[in-house]
Structure formats: structure tokens, C-alpha cells
């Protein structure tokens, strides 16, 4: 299986981006799928995951979340649309695969993006 994190760049605060995640070989293996991002000298921190099969996210979906995973079955794809977004979000994002909704374990990691917000 392999994981192809796109979308990064540079942007303005306030503004937003979309991140894609593309699957490559053996997805019919994968349950679930995240987004984690690391800022630096911070640790790698969980953002949302999403059950392929049934669409379920974790966390539950809110209005006033400012990221929100979502997913293309067909085209084996899943995105992160990031509105709003911070200075303190800049950091290099990285989808990943696993068996649980959780993402507490994780079977594959894509190379991140680097997302950088400016003030």
C-alpha cells in the first residue's frame, strides 16, 4: 500500500487549503484512514481519520471544525479541507492507513505535506 499526501503550500491566515491523500496498491486491505500533522519540534499529532467502508470520521463531525476529512471511494482518495487556517498550523501533514477508526495503530504512513501559514 502506499500513500501519496498532496496540496501543501504557503498560505495566508484566514485562508484555506485542501490536502488529498491517494492510494496506491492493495486498497482493499485498508479500513481506515487519518491525517496527523507535526509542527516543528512538536510531536506527531492525530487530526481525523475515516472509515472507508462507511464513511464514519473520528472525531464526530462538528460545525465548528475547522478541518474536516471526507473521501472519494472511487478514485481511492481522501481529503482534509482546512479553512480558517492559523499560524500554528503550519507543520508537515501526513495521511496514514490502519485497522482502527482510532488511528491508535498505524500499518502505513504516506510522505507528508508541508503547510505553511503565514501572518
Known amino acids: 500500500v502506499q500513500l501519496q499526501a498532496s496540496g501543501g503550500g504557503l498560505v495566508q491566515a484566514g485562508g484555506s487549503l485542501r490536502l488529498s491523500c491517494a492510494v496506491s496498491g492493495g486498497t482493499l486491505s485498508i479500513s481506515n484512514m487519518g491525517w496527523f500533522r507535526q509542527a516543528p519540534g512538536k510531536e506527531r499529532e492525530f487530526l481525523a481519520s475515516?472509515?472507508?467502508?462507511?464513511?464514519?470520521?473520528y472525531p464526530p463531525a462538528s460545525v465548528e471544525a475547522r478541518f474536516i476529512i471526507s473521501g472519494d471511494k472511487a478514485k481511492n482518495t481522501v481529503y482534509l479541507q482546512m479553512n480558517n487556517l492559523k499560524p500554528e498550523d503550519t507543520a508537515v501533514y501526513y495521511c496514514?492507513?490502519?485497522?482502527?477508526?482510532?488511528?491508535?495503530?498505524?500499518?502505513?504512513w504516506g510522505k507528508g505535506t508541508l503547510v505553511t501559514v503565514s501572518s
Open positions: 496514514a492507513s490502519g485497522p482502527n477508526l482510532s488511528m491508535v495503530r498505524v500499518t502505513s
Open positions: 475515516m472509515r472507508l467502508g462507511t464513511g464514519r470520521t
